[in-house]
Structure formats: C-alpha cells, structure tokens
C-alpha cells in the first residue's frame, strides 16, 4: 500500500517494526539507547513556531546532527509488499533511510527519515537521537546542492503497540521533518517496545 504524496503514511508504517529489534543488545549489548525525558516533548507554551519558506523537491543525500555525532549518508527507502517501510541495511550501521516517495526534506509537507537504532555490532546511525533537545540543529544535504537546516521541536517515545499515526505522519502546510527509530524498554523476546521520534522543522534552506 503506497502512501500518497503529502498525506499521512498508513499505520503499518507507524509501528516501525521493520528496524532492527536490538541485534547489539541480543549479542551482548549492555547499554539501553537514551531515551527522551519528558522535559523535551512539545512545549505548549513556547513561542510561535516560524517555519522558512519551503524548498523545491530534491533527493537528500546526507544527514548531520551535530549534537549527537550524526554524520551519515542517506538511503532511499520503500514500502514492502505488507505495505510497512523497508529499513536501511542492517549490515551498514552509518546509514539512514528516507522514504523516497513521500516529501523531500525542505518540502513543504512532512519528510520522514528512519534508521537503525543498533546492529549486531553495537550501536548505529540513531543510537543516541533520544538525547536530542529541543533547538538543536538537523542539516540536511540534498542533491540539488542546497543543505535543509532543521531545528528540533521536540522528541518523544511512543510504544510499538500504541504509536501515534496521525500525530507523526499528519500532512502538514509547512515544511516539517521526522527522524525515526527504535527505543524505550527491550526484552530479549520482543526487542524493543517503543519508538523514539524527533519533530522538527525547516529553519534555513539553501
């Protein structure tokens, strides 16, 4: 099941179930990746957010987040034939994906990009994107030249079972970006519970 341009993805792409459930952590990882505090989700009280004005479509290429050492190349990704989306390799931890027919970063719309929490050795590209916070920067390079920048609005976990479809995926008139992936508790039988999600939207692009 295809998603249609600019609207929001169908839940079997909302569980995020396709990422790795912690390969790392089944091998013998010791350390849970951080996850969200409260004090970084949506601030109802903050300032007006003001969004730049929206880009043309191109294809990202590259995705950097200083704050948490993220400096990554960028896949294209698709839906499989149960109509979730296909994760990155497993193989290539410094990898994340985009999904290639929805919005581009910088587009007016809501763009999404998802990556491996962990592989079988050790952490990867998103391990650390729940100790985001709000006003951090997301740059993103796109093949037309120009670089997408981001500010973080805010970062929130969300369990597998009970994850917010139209919160997440809702279309949005402005440009929007979300960074995907897996998080919150993990067992050995189920993986991990929950999925850590980053809100952000378009400050400069050019």
Not at 158 to 187: E, H, M, S, W
């Amino acid at each position: 099941m295809a998603a249609r341009h600019g609207s929001p993805w169908p839940g079997t792409l909302a569980a995020g179930a396709a990422l790795v459930l912690g390969a790392w952590l089944l091998h013998g990882g010791q350390i849970l990746p951080p996850v969200p505090t409260a004090a970084q989700g949506f601030d109802v009280h903050g300032a007006p957010i003001v969004v730049a004005p929206p880009m043309r479509r191109a294809v990202p290429t590259r995705i950097r987040i200083p704050a948490v050492g993220v400096d990554a190349p960028v896949t294209r990704l698709a839906l499989g034939a149960d109509g979730a989306l296909q994760p990155p390799p497993e193989e290539d931890a410094n990898l994340a994906g985009w999904y290639a027919a929805g919005t581009a970063p910088g587009q007016s719309g809501t763009a999404v990009l998802a990556g491996h929490v962990d592989n079988s050795k050790g952490p990867a590209v998103f391990y650390r994107l729940g100790s985001l916070h709000r006003g951090d920067r997301v740059e993103i390079t796109r093949d037309d030249r120009a670089t997408a920048r981001f500010s973080v609005d805010a970062v929130e976990v969300y369990p597998k079972k009970d994850f917010p479809d139209g919160k997440v995926y809702a279309a949005a008139p402005n440009a929007q970006l979300r960074l995907i992936t897996c998080g919150g508790g993990f067992t050995r039988e189920g993986g991990y519970d929950g999925n850590v999600v980053v809100y952000a939207h378009l400050v400069a692009g050019g």
